[in-house]
């Protein structure tokens, strides 16, 4: 008789409340809502490709959770006696891309996703267990690689794409080069997929070739399913910190709100390693968990979180906002909070197009580093974004040079991050110096740095250039239908002056609010904000209050 899968394997430990074992008060609680059912070894609670599934908690037995069942069979953990299934998924509604097959037979409780909602909302001690569990579960699961597979060369843009979209949308996935790895090279043979389809996306039963990122999102399951409703209170433009905390805000304070995001919720913040200044966390949060944990916060509270839906056009409709998207949808809304945030701006660096996405990155995170550790790297600019991509890339990267075009650091960066590069060896600031040409062939081999004090040009060896030189906002979706100012932001409250203030009658704008009465800006894309993602959420959260004084006027 064959082995059961997992055989022999040990449950994990319980690493940050990611596994814990619940009491007999707590499955009494679950018992309530669900069914007991009995076990056998085999037995199949749910299957990678699933739409959704319910909640399990392992009374007596164990259960094997496996990637690829039937075919690669890799077991990423055992669950026994009192520990609960599942992560994240189950409450964002993604589909599921691992399986659950009971290893030792026994008796599991059997909750239903819905009730495990309810429950989550209303039972604030064990809501919170179940909660922390799956987040630190889909930390754990980022970090192994444990879910989907993508198939491609280092060389190639879609690979690179694919892998920034699945990560700043938080779904594990494991990356085989196909420039350096067998088994990639062996399973694209085996599936019979010639190298022009490549990338791939493999996973959930599913076999995507070079896909787009909406039809990845369709695949995965990823953000709002079904019609939008015809009209809503609130709709947010943009999931950043901003857009998220104004999700949060009105969802939770009554309003029927939904917020559409181009790329993925968390925005910027998503590509900042660590956040060290943000209230309540003293030892910091990297951006995508603090998004993440945003998201689901948004979530529980009824909001309609959808992705990827990037909004092309505003316009005034019966008393409504229509938004055009991208995909031909659009979405309608009493009031609208524009939270689009802001782009990098680029170098001007004779075929930097060429690189970027194999050589030349805007954002600095685990991906990136993944991509060049071991490997010289140079970062340019002289703000915050810069010094923690530096402080972060150093631990990677085999040697990091920090280039600031001014002479003096501290102009423009906080003091202790100034400190942190200073105390850090493996860091080399270069001032008054800017990269001026960029070499290699098929991806980035050097970058020629200009010292302007000196005069003189030197080549480094270089396989990545990270750019954190400013930003413009993103606006042009607009159409010229709010004022801005000089470089492009909204103009809010105050700051607007008398001839954009005619729609509002005579009286003065709401604060926050657009020359449009009814369209709020907040975060990076308003004039004026302080780029901080505290900042953001302050005003998202704050501009929920002043829609409910907007739709009470209307
Ligand atoms: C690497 C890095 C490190 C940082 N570190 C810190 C830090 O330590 N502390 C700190 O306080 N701040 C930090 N910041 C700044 C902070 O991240 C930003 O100030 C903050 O994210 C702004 O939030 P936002 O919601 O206004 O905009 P964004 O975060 O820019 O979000 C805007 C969102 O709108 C979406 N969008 C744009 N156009 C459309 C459209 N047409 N339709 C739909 N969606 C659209 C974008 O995809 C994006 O997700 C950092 C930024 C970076 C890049």
């Not at 008393?319 to 009031?335: P, Q």
């Not at 060896?461 to 801005?484: K, N």
Request: charged share 25%.
């Amino acid at each position: 008789m064959s082995e059961p899968l997992g055989a022999g394997v040990e449950e994990p430990e319980d690493r940050h409340g990611a596994f814990p074992r619940l009491g007999e008060d707590q499955r009494a609680r679950l018992r309530a809502l669900g069914e007991a059912i009995a076990t056998k070894p085999g037995d199949v609670l749910w299957s990678e490709g699933d739409d959704s599934y319910d909640f399990f908690v392992v009374e007596s037995g164990a259960v094997a959770i496996v990637r690829g069942y039937g075919s690669e069979n890799l077991i990423v953990a055992v669950h026994g006696t009192h520990r609960f299934l599942g992560e994240l998924s189950l409450m964002t509604g993604a589909r599921a891309y691992l399986s659950a097959v009971v290893r030792d037979g026994g008796e599991v409780i059997r909750v239903p996703v819905a009730a495990l909602r309810e429950l989550v909302r209303d039972d604030e001690e064990l809501g919170n267990i179940i909660l922390r569990a799956f987040i630190a579960r889909r930390a754990i699961l980022i970090e192994a690689g444990a879910g989907y597979r993508i198939i491609g060369s280092r060389y190639s843009r879609d690979t690179q794409r694919l892998r920034e979209f699945l990560a700043r949308n938080r779904v594990p996935y494991q990356w085989l080069d196909l420039d350096e790895d067998e088994e990639a090279d062996a399973l694209v043979r085996a599936l019979a997929i010639p190298p022009a389809e490549t990338p791939v996306v493999l996973g959930a039963g599913e076999v995507l070739r070079n896909p787009s990122n909406a039809e990845v999102a369709a695949a995965l399951g990823l953000g709002a399913r079904g019609a939008p409703p015809p009209l809503c209170d609130l709709v947010i433009v943009g999931g950043g910190p901003a857009g998220l905390a104004a999700a949060v805000y009105g969802a939770s304070e009554g309003l029927d709100t939904q917020a559409i995001e181009a790329v993925a919720f968390g925005g910027q913040a998503s590509s900042s390693s660590r956040i060290e200044n943000y209230l309540g966390f003293p030892s910091g949060i990297s951006g995508s968990e603090l998004a993440e944990r945003a998201a689901l916060q948004a979530d529980k509270f009824g909001a309609r979180l959808v992705v990827p839906a990037e909004a092309t056009a505003l316009r005034r409709e019966d008393g409504h906002f229509a938004i055009d998207l991208a995909d031909g949808g659009r979405v309608n809304g009493r009031c609208v909070i524009v939270a689009t945030g802001a782009r990098y701006r680029r170098i001007d660096v004779p075929e930097l197009e060429r690189f970027e996405g194999v050589g030349v990155y805007y954002a600095a995170t685990a991906t990136e580093a993944q991509g060049c550790s071991g490997d010289p790297v140079v970062v340019v600019g002289g703000g915050n974004s810069a010094g923690q991509a530096a402080m972060f890339l150093s631990a990677h990267a085999g040697s990091c040079r920090l280039l600031i075009r001014g002479g003096d650091l501290g102009k423009s960066m906080s003091h202790y991050l100034v400190d942190e590069l200073a105390r850090n060896p493996r860091v080399e600031v270069m001032t008054n110096a800017e990269v001026v040409a960029l070499g290699g062939e098929h991806a980035l081999e050097s970058a020629v740095v200009r010292d302007s004090g000196q005069g003189t040009e030197t080549e480094f060896e270089a396989r990545a250039v990270f750019v954190f030189v400013g930003a413009s906002p993103h606006t042009d979706w607009l159409g010229g239908e709010v004022a801005v100012d000089e470089h492009g932001f909204l103009l809010t409250g105050r700051d607007l002056q008398a001839e954009f203030t005619g729609a509002h009658a005579g009286e003065r704008p709401l604060f926050l609010e657009t020359s449009a009465p009814g369209i709020f800006a907040v975060g990076d894309v308003r004039s004026g904000s302080i780029k901080r993602v505290a900042s953001a959420v302050g005003e998202g959260s704050m501009a929920v209050a002043l829609v409910h004084q907007r739709l009470a006027s209307i």
